[in-house]
């Protein structure tokens, strides 16, 4: 699979203003894309997914938008709350030969100021 | 439904030494596939594997070698253990797929290899 990365390694923002963690992707010929959280010791958590037929999805206060033009995505997250610190990441599924893996980008860490 | 278990969390080896990490599945995931994240590397492919088969690999040596068993619970070993190696494994199981139509991954907390 081609590398999917990130704009920013860093954001901060204060607590209960609107986050937005970008994301571009090279392969024109991925369908599906995947946004996920990870808090310092756990795993990465599955936050939402968007597929390649839609520019927008919603979630609970998350909001990805995916723009196939210039592949580009974008995470949203409203009214960021100080639980919302974490590393994310955007990921592409890699599917050659039968298999099943995710390309992931570097991360953007988010830090929530109270 | 329980997560992905990841067992031991941490552990220390000495360079040379070998290591076994296990990763039990969601119930009903037959899919379990390996990651390592280290610092500069970020998250890379180790391995996935379905109905006891290993369908892929990515670009690590020989010495990452990994089975399932008919439970759908994965173990990995790392043979001649060597300083680079210390990372975070992380295990991650989906729902029985037989290509990437689209689903997420679910990971465990992983294990966190210390090699000195």
């Known amino acids: 699979g081609e590398s999917v990365g990130l704009h920013l390694p860093t954001l901060s923002v204060q607590e209960g203003d609107n986050s937005i963690i970008n994301c571009a992707y090279s392969n024109s010929a991925s369908d599906y894309f995947i946004w996920y959280k990870q808090e310092s010791g756990k795993g990465p958590q599955f936050i939402i997914d968007?597929?390649?037929?839609?520019d927008k999805r919603q979630g609970q206060r998350v909001t990805v938008l995916l723009n196939k033009t210039v592949k580009h995505l974008s995470l949203q997250i409203a009214a960021t709350q100080p639980g919302d610190s974490a590393v994310y990441f955007c990921?592409?599924?890699?599917?050659?030969?039968?298999?099943?893996?995710?390309?992931f980008g570097k991360g953007t860490k988010l830090s929530v100021i109270p | 439904k329980a997560g992905v278990t990841q067992t031991p969390r941490y552990l220390i080896k000495t360079r040379g030494q070998q290591v076994t990490l296990s990763c039990s599945p969601i119930?009903?995931?037959?899919?379990v596939s390996w990651y390592q994240q280290t610092p500069g590397q970020g998250l890379q492919f180790l391995f996935e594997?379905?109905?006891?088969?290993?369908?892929n690999k990515g670009n690590f040596p020989g010495r990452f070698s990994g089975r399932q068993f008919s439970n759908s619970r994965s173990e990995m070993n790392v043979s001649t253990l060597e300083l680079g190696d210390s990372a975070l494994y992380l295990c991650?199981?989906?729902?029985?797929?037989?290509?990437?139509?689209?689903?997420?991954?679910?990971f465990g907390n992983g294990t966190r290899l210390t090699v000195t």
């Open positions: 991650a199981s989906s729902l029985p797929r037989t290509g990437g139509e689209g689903s997420p991954l679910h």
């Open positions: 968007i597929r390649s037929n839609m």
């Open positions: 990921a592409e599924p890699y599917s050659g030969a039968g298999s099943y893996q995710l390309t």
């Open positions: 594997y379905f109905s006891e088969t290993q369908r």
């Open positions: 119930s009903g995931h037959r899919s």
